[in-house]
């Protein structure tokens, strides 16, 4: 479907872009090579040979087709996890004695590899307010390389300016790396804004089914290229198995975005009208501060809300408890829904002083919103709110 498949819908290309042609045997589901390597002609170089650590089978070959296609880049690479795909992008960009600009609220995973991993390979690193330009110039040093961000924020949905970064980047020569995770390219497509490139735990909505952890790196063929090559050398490839389930997870993924987006603007709503609830975060609301800025960038905000309802830790903890819909784990992403309260969870490694310099209060809580009946989740949630104590 190569060429013409960026005219079609968004819908079409996540089943046919990147298929096979002629398909495989006949076979309309592409099968899975579940071999490790391939005959190799003489003159093959190393990084082209069939094997799986080289991300060269013909299930990594469509997926990194169709993803490409998806978000609207020359290419793609699939990686073992989010974090592998974020990782060895910035070992790839950067190197010792660069320096690196980073959103002041990053996912967990990506703060700790920032903070902790990147200073001992040599690399020096800012926070910026991806929402604030106004001082990013100031933070700009000779040796910085690279300016880091996440399209929503997790877990209080702070939408950056995403248009100010991209063009930032190109104006000082800096390469733009975001996180795309949190929208997918059904509700946003940051390469069309003019970022280099674009990460993804597809661990989350690109797979869909929480039954994988896999990550990709999206951008120009030549930057690919050379994530790939660190990525032969580092060992984070997708096995053909995990490609496999999510090259099928991806045909579905407009249809489930979209009841996400709808599911989760309901909840929102309905929370926020709700009298013992203080305050809701989900920039798809009117009267959001950053409805705006969202409604200009995005085609929907995604399935994660969070909220605060008028009462402390304890009592939110037993909130969560009562729910029979929504299970207590992390993650987000799949079809059903998951709940959290990241002060005890997710942002339990952080003192009371760091959780409220970064808005976290005791009592916040984050729901992935997932795909069941609306009806059902309205009526969880509402039952799970009636038994706070008066
Ligand atoms: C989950 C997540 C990651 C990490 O992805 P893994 O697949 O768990 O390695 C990175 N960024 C965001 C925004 C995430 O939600």
């Known amino acids: 479907m190569s060429g013409k498949a960026n005219q079609l819908h968004l819908d079409t290309r996540a089943i046919h872009a990147g ?26 170089g190393y990084h082209d040979l069939g094997y799986i650590r080289l991300s060269n089978t013909p299930n990594h070959a469509s997926l990194h087709a169709k993803l490409a296609d998806l978000e609207a880049t020359e290419a793609a ?36 590899f920032v903070t902790e991993d990147l200073r001992t390979f040599g690399i020096d690193h800012d926070f910026i307010d991806a929402r604030e330009p106004g001082d990013w110039e100031q933070k700009l040093k000779p040796n910085t390389r690279a300016v880091y961000v996440e399209t929503l924020t997790n877990p209080l949905l702070q939408v950056a300016e995403h248009v100010a970064v991209a063009s930032f980047a ?17 509700n946003f497509t940051p390469a069309l804004l003019g970022y280099d490139l674009v990460l993804h735990s597809a661990t989350k909505y690109l797979n869909g089914h929480s039954d994988i952890v896999a990550g990709v790196v999206a951008g120009s063929r030549t930057r690919v290229q050379s994530i790939k090559q660190r990525l032969d050398h580092l060992g984070g490839s997708l096995d053909p198995h995990a490609c496999f389930l999510l090259h099928r997870g991806l045909k579905t993924l407009g249809i489930r975005v979209r009841q996400h987006n709808a599911n989760a603007l309901a909840l929102a709503q ?35 809300l969070s ?18 819909l929504a299970a207590p784990a992390p993650s987000l992403g799949g079809v059903e829904s998951l709940i959290t309260r990241p002060a005890a969870t997710t942002h339990a490694g952080m003192t009371a002083q760091q959780l409220q310099t970064v808005g976290i209060r005791p009592e916040l809580i984050r729901v992935a919103v997932g795909i069941e009946h609306i009806d059902d989740l309205r009526a969880d949630f509402e039952q799970a709110l009636a038994g706070l104590a008066a």
Do not use: K, W
């Open 170 to 186: 190109r104006a000082h020569g800096l390469v733009s790396l975001i996180d795309n995770t949190m929208a997918s390219p059904v």
């Open 77 to 112: 690479l699939v990686t073992a996890s989010g974090m592998a795909a974020i990782t060895t992008s910035l070992l790839t960009v950067l190197h010792a004695g660069d320096h690196l600009l980073v959103q002041d609220t990053l996912y967990g995973g990506t703060h700790n």
């Open 19 to 44: 298929e096979p042609r002629p398909r495989i045997r006949g076979a309309i589901t592409q099968p899975i090579f579940q071999s490790s390597t391939f005959e190799a002609g003489p003159d093959t």
């Open 307 to 324: 909220f605060e309802p008028e009462t402390d830790g304890d009592a939110a903890q037993a909130l969560i408890e009562r729910l029979q």
């Open 270 to 304: 309905m929370l926020d009208a709700h009298p013992r609830v203080r305050r809701v975060y989900y920039p798809g609301l009117t009267g959001d501060p950053q409805h705006a800025r969202a409604s200009t960038l995005f085609q929907g905000c995604g399935g994660l």
